[in-house]
Nanobody
Framework: VQLQASGGGLVQAGGSLRISCVVS????????MAWFRQAPGKERESIAMINWSGTSTSYAGSVKSRFTISRNNAKNTLSLQMNSLKPEDTAVYYC??????????WGQGTEVTVSS
């Protein structure tokens, strides 16, 4: 299983950005997926999760109501729509696929920088 994240960049505070993660190999539509982020000098944190069918999502309090996780099982793609971005959202964003107990795969990360 391989994950390729893209869509990061530089955006002003208050702006929006959409990042995506294409998954190859395995059976994408069977897996739960998640977005994590890691800010400079901080630990990686989970910010959004979605179940295999896209019918259940959950968010960290810091991004709830601003970010929306979604998936397109026909295109093996996971997305994260980020609105009302803040400088504290600056981080490297990683997608993760959960296949089983102790079996997770990570994308390479895409960098998001929010300027004040």
């Amino acid at each position: 299983v391989q994950l390729q994240a893209s869509g990061g960049g530089l955006v002003q505070a208050g702006g929006s950005l959409r990042i995506s993660c294409v998954v190859s190999g395995g059976d994408f539509r069977s897996y739960g997926m998640a977005w994590f982020r890691q800010a400079p000098g901080k630990e990686r944190e989970s910010i959004a999760m979605i179940n295999w069918s896209g019918t259940s999502t959950s968010y960290a309090g810091s991004v709830k109501s601003r970010f929306t996780i979604s998936r397109n099982n026909a295109k093996n793609t996971l997305s994260l729509q980020m609105n009302s971005l803040k400088p504290e959202d600056t981080a490297v964003y990683y997608c993760k696929v959960h296949i089983g107990v102790g079996l997770d795969y990570w994308g390479q990360g895409t960098e998001v920088t929010v300027s004040s």
